[in-house]
């Protein structure tokens, strides 16, 4: 299952609020499901660290940024959420 949406915005605006992690609270499906989530922001706002009942714990990094808007980010999973944890590829 998958889901996608259509947004009226810029590239660089995307990939801005990608690049910024302290933005994600506003957009990511998975902490605003899971507003009472604990979370803690790296210092240079690159990353973040959760943990919650719903989507367990885990890290989440940019790492590095190449041509042609691709951010590369690291996504560790350290603890499954109530439901156990589902991996698809």
Known sequence: MSRS???????D???AAIRECKTWRQWS???IAEPDCL?????DGSGYDWEGQVFGAGKVR??????A???YLDLTLLKPGENGLDVNW
């Open 62 to 67: 940019l790492l590095a940024e190449a041509p």
């Open 13 to 15: 605006s995307v990939v």
């Open 29 to 31: 499906p998975w902490l």
């Open 69 to 71: 808007e691709q951010l």
């Open 5 to 11: 949406i259509t947004v009226q915005v810029t590239t």
């Open 39 to 43: 979370l803690n922001d790296e210092e």
